[in-house]
C-alpha cells in the first residue's frame, strides 16, 4: 500500500507493522523491502508506534537463523518495542521454495528465527492463518507471540494472539 499522509495515519491507527525485508523465493537471497526504510523513517518523524515484519523463505533452521540475524542488526536501533518483530511463512502459490515445506521442517524454521530473535533480546512472533496452525506449524512447539489473519467479525478460534487481522481489505485515512 502507499501511504500518502502519515499524519492521517497516525490518527487512525495505535502501531504500524512494516515489511522490513523478504528472502527471494527462489533464490534464497536475504532483501530488504524497497519501501522499509521511507515507512520507518516515517514513522518516526510523526512519531508513529511501529514493529517490524520478515516473510522467510528458509528451508533450514540455520537459513532461518541467518536470516533473524539480518532481522536482528536493522532491529539495533529500536529502544523499545510496542510489539514482537513478526515473522511470515505463507506459500507463494507453489513457487517459493518453502512453499512445500512438511509441519516440522517449517515449524523447526520458525522456532530457529524466533529463539535467534529473543535470544538477541527481541520480543519475537509468528505471522499465520488458522488454518495454517492446524496443517503447516505445531503451535505446541511455538511459544510465541501470534499474528492472526483470521478474516470477519468472528475472533479467532487460537485461544492467544497478539494481533486479529480480520480484513485484507480494509482502509483507512492516509493510506
Excluded at 517490524?52 to 532491529?75: D, G, M, Q, R, S
Aim: net charge negative; aromatic share 12%.
Amino acid at each position: 500500500n502507499t501511504i500518502s499522509d502519515w499524519g492521517k495515519v497516525k490518527a487512525n491507527v495505535d502501531a504500524v507493522v512494516i515489511r522490513m525485508g523478504f528472502t527471494y523465493s527462489r533464490t534464497g537471497d536475504i532483501c530488504v523491502d524497497k519501501k522499509y526504510v521511507e515507512n520507518r523513517l516515517s514513522c518516526k518523524s510523526k512519531n508513529i508506534p511501529y514493529s517490524l515484519y520478515y516473510f522467510t523463505n528458509a528451508i533450514t533452521p540455520e537459513e532461518a537463523t541467518k536470516e533473524a540475524h539480518f532481522v536482528a542488526y536493522e532491529c539495533r536501533d529500536l529502544s523499545r518495542y510496542v510489539l514482537p518483530i513478526f515473522v511470515d511463512s505463507e506459500r507463494i502459490d507453489g513457487l517459493g521454495r518453502a512453499d512445500n515445506l512438511d509441519k516440522e521442517t517449517r515449524t523447526n524454521c520458525l522456532k530457529a528465527f524466533c529463539s535467534t530473535l529473543q535470544a538477541c533480546g527481541i520480543p519475537a512472533g509468528i505471522y499465520c492463518n488458522e488454518d495454517w496452525t492446524r496443517n503447516n506449524i505445531d503451535l505446541d512447539k511455538l511459544p510465541f507471540s501470534l499474528w492472526v489473519a483470521s478474516w470477519g467479525v468472528n475472533k479467532p478460534s487460537i485461544d492467544d494472539y497478539a494481533l486479529w487481522q480480520y480484513t485484507n481489505c480494509g482502509t483507512i485515512p492516509g493510506l
